[in-house]
């Protein structure tokens, strides 16, 4: 599923189920949407609600579908409430804390799960997992608190990487870089096409800077320090952070002048345009694209620097949490257990773009090219990042924001924007 993510991270959700995502859709913009109520259940304890901020309009679809058929199945009734993207981020804690919050929640897996449950607002879903045993560990650790208690279950995942049309880079007689230098070469080649090589969506969508930055610091430092970094181990005025910016800066003049104003749908409409070359995005970003235009569309990995470093890769996992104070709580479990399985997966995944991975080991991925190739991608990471505020926390992300968003505007003040970074950083730490 896909966010905002950030994390916002999916060509489905970081979809956003934040992100991928994400992260992890498409309105991240409008207001807030709705969806069908379910009945009344027959032991009067009512339709499982579920908040979801899966507004792009394949991902809301596929989610009304799932409902839908969980519904007829007979073994309880959801009801489903779809938020804009960018409305569903701020107001989570809003919704976790209030005397009378939603059953169930898309959202993503990491930091800021934990965080909810380490101020026990999310609800133990270990006796889910006990039906979960083929799941891969790393998914089990990934929705375990550390209490040793899961409180996420997971749907999918998705990975990033520089997004273009196929048809643009044959007209343009350009092929995919893998190192940093033949990416500055291949950039330098459509500026004097007369193309905006990058393109960026940072209008109302600031975060998606934030894959920038996180690529950059887990090619030039590493995975590790990168997650030390972002859990307040390391400190953002580092002279390590400092060499992440210096690589950013030769790839500034490239970036599309225009993106700044504009968030990442329209950037997406801008790259399958033609208007810009390529696009450093989560697989989310296809559930705004027209279905003819998916087979067109290839990506390649962010570009190695520096060979020694071992290879890491964002792929961030979307899914469930639930309100610990739900009051329908053998409902909540039942419908977890049927997003976990098989037939909810697949459904998913052939209902939305199809570019995202389920997370049930025996779901079918989609066999487009496309997947295939994520996946292989995914397969050879040494190390898997989440995106910044999942590895860190939603409120660390709105410091990211500012400084990065600060840099592409003012990069001779890097410095100065590092201080700040880092002073911000540590009032979230303390806070």
Known sequence: ?????????????????AGLGALGASS??????????????S??????TIQSNLSSPQAKAAMEKLI?????????????????????????PTYLTSANPPDLYTWYAGSVANDYASKNLLLDVSEVWKSLDDY????????????????????????????YRKSNFAKWGVQEPKTWTEFLALCETLKGKGVPPIGIGLGDTPWVASAWFDYLNIRINGAPFHRELLAGKQRFDDPKVKAVFTRWREALPYFDPKGKAYPF???????????????????????AAPKDALGDLDFFRFPIIDPAVPLAEEAPTDGFFASAKTANPTGTRALL???????????????????????NPRAKASDSPLVVKGKAMLNEAKELTQFFNRDSSDA?????DTALTKFIDKPDQIDAILREWQAGAEKVFKG
């Open 136 to 163: 891969p560990q790393s998914l089990r650790t990934l929705s375990t608190d550390a209490s040793g208690k899961q409180i996420f279950v997971p749907m999918n995942n998705y990975w990033w990487g520089f997004f």
């Open 337 to 359: 257990s049927y997003l976990a399985g098989v037939e909810a997966q697949e459904a998913y995944v052939k209902a939305s773009s199809g570019i995202v991975l389920p997370a």
């Open 396 to 400: 660390l992300q709105p410091t990211a």
């Open 43 to 48: 032991n009067g304890s009512g339709a499982v």
């Open 265 to 287: 749908q329209e950037a997406t409409t801008a790259l399958l345009a033609g208007k810009t070359g390529m696009f450093l995005i989560g697989t989310f970003f296809a559930d």
């Open 28 to 41: 991240f913009l409008s207001a807030c949407a709705s969806s069908a109520s379910g009945p009344t259940t």
């Open 1 to 17: 599923m896909s966010d905002f993510d950030p994390g916002r991270r999916r060509f489905l959700g970081h979809l956003g189920l």
């Open 68 to 92: 839908e058929t969980f519904n007829a199945q007979g073994k309880g009734t959801a009801s489903l409430n779809t938020i804009a993207s960018e409305t569903f981020r701020t107001q989570l």
